[in-house]
């Protein structure tokens, strides 16, 4: 699609998004929030999707243009609620081209024999049965298009233990292998599927409000990674944008890993 380009005073503004929807999930806070803002920034409507309404609404009422996006209540886990939603995009929209799978849960850190079975299934439901459950809803809209892209956000627990306990790595490791065998059954119709795998990232997750018994003191090891710092949720929504857009055309199944290095160099085995 040939960008449009709008002279905005003396800056020029590529609109590569223009007349394209995209659909992000936990969007009422953190990478979500940042890539409904970058989203409808590029000339996307955007559906900002959390099972919070008043965090999606509060997220879409913050931006410069809000008739761009539509705050929409949504569940991924739950069949009925994912399938309501999509519907309630195609009502506002008609189409969708961009599916950001975003939404996500932390689990307690906890090893295999502590975790109680109600835990693992909660967080395996929302990380990686919503992104299924997401991805099957609009595939079929998808098609009729002739392509789209879907965006899984996974982490570096896709990779390696100890950013979760168990049931979080597992679901995450999950969600590569989700990606990867969309790829393999909807690449050649079109629909592009990458994932984002973020290291530690500055976001109500990682710091909740009033904090957090279960969750590790990760500073340590973010001053030994390469870049010494967290990571901004823009800097992982700029991803999403680079990997919903024509310049990733030729990306499929990828796992981008975004995160300061830590991978290669943070971790100091116990
Ligand atoms: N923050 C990090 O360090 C980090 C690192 C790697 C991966 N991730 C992943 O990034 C994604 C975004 O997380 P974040 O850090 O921005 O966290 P966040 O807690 O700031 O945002 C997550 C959003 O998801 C929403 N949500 C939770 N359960 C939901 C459900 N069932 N249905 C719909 N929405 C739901 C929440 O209400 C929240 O608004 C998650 O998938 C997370 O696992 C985060």
Known sequence: MPLKVEAAGSRCLLTKFEDQVVVVTGAGSGMGQAMVQEFVAEGARVAALDINFVS???????????????????????????????????????????????????????????????????????????????????????????????INTASISAFSAAGGGTAYTASKHGVLGLTRQLTFDYGR?????????????????????????????????????????????????????????EDAAFIHGAAMVIDGGWLTAARNPI
């Open 56 to 150: 999606a609404k509060r997220t879409v009422e913050g931006l410069d243009n809000p008739e761009s996006a539509l705050a929409v209540e949504v569940d991924v886990s739950d069949v009925e609620s994912v399938e309501a939603s999509i519907r309630q995009v195609r009502e506002w929209a008609g189409r969708v081209d961009v599916l950001c799978n975003n939404a996500g849960i932390i689990d307690s850190f906890r090893p295999a024999h502590e975790i109680s079975l109600a835990e693992w299934h909660r967080t395996l439901a929302v990380n990686l049965t919503g992104p299924f459950l997401m991805s099957r809803a609009v595939i079929p809209q998808m098609l009729e298009q002739s392509g789209g892209a879907i």
């Open 189 to 245: 119709q079109g629909i592009r599927v990458n994932a984002i795998c973020p290291g530690a990232t500055a976001t109500g997750l990682t710091m909740p409000e009033g904090g957090s018994e279960t969750l590790p003191d990760s500073e340590t090891e973010i001053a030994r990674t390469p870049a010494g710092r967290w990571c901004e949720p823009r800097e992982i929504a700029r991803m999403a944008v680079y990997l919903a857009s």
